[in-house]
């Protein structure tokens, strides 16, 4: 900590300790655009907040937007007067009050709150609009919950007995709380922590911030904190919080309280991080970022914007159109030990979706609740998906292929007020503590039901709102929010893709005209958001009997008795699952080789497609017109090649745009990094940056990374950097070359992998190949690990025959190259290769390490 910021200041006959670095910055003749007021909680001080008060001063002093800022010590605390007298919430904002009118704050000012701090920066906030310009907050509660306990920790040291000894006369919820950081703190950090609480007699403040949590409706400081709570609803003023998830004291649930009450808020949850989260990240450059983007240099308070009415969303008109049909709407497949496959008509899903949008309503289901779906693909999920959409709720989805980990990290992040599921989801919602109220797809026993929490299910549902005679609920606006769709997880935690209805809509829009998707297609969907589409595009779909958890497991009778079911059209498989289709072919019967002769339109994407591949796939439905389009989950469809228009080169060829899609390129620098301005020139290779009207809305709860994928981009357009690296040739066709994280930086400059890997591919022994790079930035080397047939029986060096075969084919300088079982991919796919642990591995093996 900087000793030319560290003050002493005499407010209401007490004195405070703070970091401040206005003589810092008048001493330099600079004048602030304003001051950020930073205050801590339990059992920390203004050591916290050292680093933001260090960055602001330096970006000021280095010409940058001049913030000062002022972290506070509160009274009994850090370095400020032990005062002996009780401190309740509503004595701590008054405090604070004195303090900033003796310091003669005239606005504007952003107050910046961490843990217990948080809700008192808050109650200075509501008590000073006037010289208010935002709110900022690290991990912090402004709410309890009725339906649910303090948390563990905070209710242990309130416990009879325990709480003047754990926070007092002992250092034991001090050391508990340094122990939280993630990694874990150095030893002179957790010193300087310390430093103002040596000796019991330094250590009042602590004990007496614990005993003033308002643990139930009788407490002191309750109504205090009920009024701040209301009130704070109220601002209007821009917010911004940054999260870490790791934290068990105020985890997921309390942030989505704050949301719930500033919902205009900008957010990131930093996966990783925990309740220390201003030692976990850097959060001080995040949040003078955001204040640089909200204030542009300026004190002007931005107003709120208002949002012109969006026109009705038309993503339901397909189903309202066949409300009368009994032709085939979705068929649910089933296996040889399941119930048989259930059809669902026109008819009989718009009356199931309005009767369960009904149900869901009297259940407490509001339009903007989130609700999670952990429902297999089916005529279940189908129904109440749509019944979601119909009443304006948020459907959450992520891939039962995430596992119990990252569906926890997925759930919790998005914190969905619902939760629907089958009994397996069920199961895990209640050992790994997922929120949401919980109804179950099928009407359970009271006892499981009781174990599992659940409250309500799907056939209920469905009864009472057959039963209700009130009218349909309005339909939402185009510009309301309709999904959250996660991630495949295949570079990093999953992440979560928000959409309006307007964008979901968009898509099916461009999906329908790309591929002449109508009322007469039928759709087999090997992928499962493509089957969920399937009735906003009035077609009817089925999913394979399949395990959505391992795509490369779907077989070609699967697909085939699919097709036949619905008498399909179009064929849409991941790269993995079509892989398998045609290693299983043989054995179909002709009965269903007719069933795939009749399909019009194959798709496969997802991944890299080879022309091998889908040259073997065209065999097997001669009659398709095989293609493999380009997209993602932020936007499902960007280019589209078909297999005629495939042709060797650097990367993969993946076609031109579809209507309504812009793709520009920033180019890479020496260093691997996009820098350049997004451009159509051809021949460039780097950072695929795209526009389309079904572009997704933004990241959810990942303002940073959202901000990030809007970078350098056209003001006032709508544009996403898909972290894709790739060129645009002469003929405006694109060309996938790999992953931005995954571009190696060697001596000559950097090196895209795919290109690279395909000609590994063309040697007869290699099933599937990874290029990365080991060593620093900048210097290095090239590795190639390959996937053999016959497959290797462990992880090594591979023998002197593929290093030279390998080597020869690469065209590029190979340093070493490894073989293994099988690469690391992906879940949803099966085919996105992890190339950084890869990379990391190499590394490992080639210093001599396993």
Known sequence: MRSEFSRLVTAASRTW??????????????????????????????????SLVAQAADQALAGGTAWRVIAVDQLDMGFSERTGVERDLTRRVGDLGDLTDELGLSGPVVTFGHDWGGVISLGWAVDHPDLLAASMLLNTAIHQPES????????????????????????????????????????????????????????????????????????????????????????RVPALMLWGPRDPIFSDRYLDDLVHRLPHAD?????????????????????????????????????????????????????????????????????????????????????????????????????????????????????????????????????????????????????PQHLIGALPGLSAARAFGWPGQKISTEALPAAAAAALGVKHSLPELQSIGAADASPMPSMPA?????????????????????????????????????????????????????????PALGARSVTPDMDVTNPKTLTADAVAAAAAEIDATVVFLSPAALANVVATSDGLSPERR?????????????????????????????????????????????????????????????GTPTSGVRVRISALDADGTATGTPSDEAGVTGEI??????????????????????????????WHRTGDVGHLDASGRLWVEGRLPHVITTPEGALTPVAAEQRIESVPAVVRAAVVGT????????????????????????????????????????????????????????????????????????????
């Not at 693909?377 to 119990?404: E, F, H, K, N, Q």
């Not at 389309?692 to 350098?712: C, E, I, M, V």
């Not at 065209?811 to 992890?834: C, F, M, Q, W």
Request: proline share 6%.
């Open 148 to 235: 649910s306990k303090i948390p563990a920790p905070l209710r242990f040291a309130l416990g009879r007995g325990v709480l003047g000894r754990a926070t007092v006369t002992t250092p034991a919820f001090l050391e508990t709380t340094l122990a939280l950081a993630h990694p874990a703190l150095d030893v002179d950090v957790k010193d300087a922590f310390r430093a103002p609480y040596r000796g019991a007699r330094r250590r009042g403040g602590i004990g007496g911030f614990v005993a003033d949590i308002p643990a139930d409706a009788g407490h002191v400081s309750e109504p205090e904190r009920r009024r701040i709570a209301e009130a704070v609803a109220g601002l």
């Open 17 to 50: 300790h703070v970091l401040d670095s206005g003589p810092v910055l008048a001493a330099n003749g600079i004048e602030p655009v304003g001051t950020v007021l930073c205050v801590h909680g339990n059992p920390t001080w203004s050591y916290l907040w050292r």
């Open 775 to 850: 060593g620093p930035q900048g210097t290095q080397q090239v590795v190639a690990v390959v996937e053999t047939m016959p497959r290797a029986t462990r992880a090594g060096l591979a023998g002197p025959a593929i290093s030279s075969v390998v080597r020869s084919a690469a065209g590029v300088s190979v340093a070493a190259v490894l073989t293994v079982p099988e690469l690391p991919t992906d879940v949803r796919h099966n085919s996105k290769i992890d190339r950084t642990a890869l990379g990391e591995w190499a590394g490992e093996v080639l210093a001599g390490g396993r």
């Open 594 to 654: 007719q069933a795939l002769d009749r399909v019009q339109t194959f798709l496969s994407a997802g991944a890299p497609v080879s022309a091998a591949l889908l040259e073997k796939a065209q065999r097997l439905m001669p009659a398709a017109s095989a293609h493999t389009p380009y997209g993602m989950t932020e936007c499902l469809l960007l280019t589209d090649v078909s297999l005629d228009g495939l042709e060797p080169g650097n990367g993969v060829c993946v």
């Open 478 to 534: 185009a510009s309301d929010p309709a999904a959250i769709l996660f991630t495949s997880g295949s570079t990093g935690p999953a992440k979560g893709v928000a959409y309006t209805h307007a964008q979901l809509a968009a898509v099916c829009s461009v999906l329908a005209d790309t591929y002449d998707v109508g009322s007469e297609t039928g759709i087999v969907a090997g992928f499962a958001p493509f089957a969920l589409l399937g």
């Open 689 to 718: 940056v795209v526009s389309a009207p079904h572009l997704f809305d933004h990241y959810d709860r990942l303002w940073l990374t959202d901000r990030a994928s809007r970078r350098g981009v056209t003001a006032g357009e709508r």
């Open 267 to 415: 957010v990131h949850r930093f996966e990783g991080a925990g309740h220390l989260i201003a030692e976990d990240v850097d959060f001080a450059a995040a949040a003078l970022t955001w204040l640089d983007d909200r204030f542009a240099g300026t004190a002007e308070r931005p107003e709120a914007q208002e949002l012109a009415p969006a026109s009705p969303t038309t993503l339901f008109a397909p189903l309202d159109a066949r409300r009368t049909s009994d032709a085939t709407a979705v068929v649910e497949m089933a296996a040889a030990d399941r119930p048989p496959r259930a059809t669902v008509s026109w008819r009989s899903l718009m009356r199931r979706v309005e009767r369960l949008a009904k149900g869901l309503v009297l259940a407490g289901v509001n339009p903007g609740d989130r609700v999670s779906l952990l429902v297999p693909p089916g005529a279940d999920l189908t129904a109440v998906l749509y019944a979601c959409l119909r009443i304006g709720a948020v459907v959450v989805v992520a891939d039962a292929g995430l596992g119990a980990k990252g569906l926890t990290r997925a759930v919790r992040g998005a914190y």
